[in-house]
């Protein structure tokens, strides 16, 4: 078992920063694939960012490539997302999500979330 506790959510300006925290507890964080999703009420939850059980490598979607970045601290068990130039599309529940394995276009397969942590971008 992995829990995942989101942090760092709020209300931003649109052009503005945020940057998200994902404590993890439980089995070895490092031997877990780390992921942020989003979802607003009444859509499918999305995929934003995704990176490797050691950082090597990172995938984003394509709405936020160049604007977001996911990184992680194995020491640490934290895993976060640095979202610059936010836009009011931008604003959603932020869900943290680990996992073992990647679909064939990068998006992580969720085997735990997070309980999520609201971003509200004022245009």
């Known amino acids: 078992q992995v829990q995942l506790v989101e942090s760092g959510g709020g209300l931003v300006q649109a052009g503005g920063s945020l940057r998200l925290s994902c404590a993890a507890s439980?089995?070895?964080?490092?031997?877990?694939?780390m992921g942020w999703f989003r979802q607003n009420t009444g859509k499918e939850r999305e995929f934003v960012a995704a990176?490797?059980?050691?950082?090597?490598?990172?995938y984003y979607a394509d709405s936020v490539k160049g604007r977001f970045t996911i990184s992680r601290d194995n020491a640490k068990n934290a895993v976060y997302l640095q979202m610059n130039s936010l836009k009011p599309e931008d604003a959603a529940v932020y869900y943290c999500a680990a996992g073992t394995t990647f679909t064939r276009t990068h998006t992580l397969n969720p085997s735990y979330w997070g309980q999520g942590t609201q971003v509200t971008v004022s245009s």
């Open positions: 990176i490797t059980s050691y950082g090597v490598r990172t």
């Open positions: 439980g089995r070895a964080f490092s031997s877990y694939a």
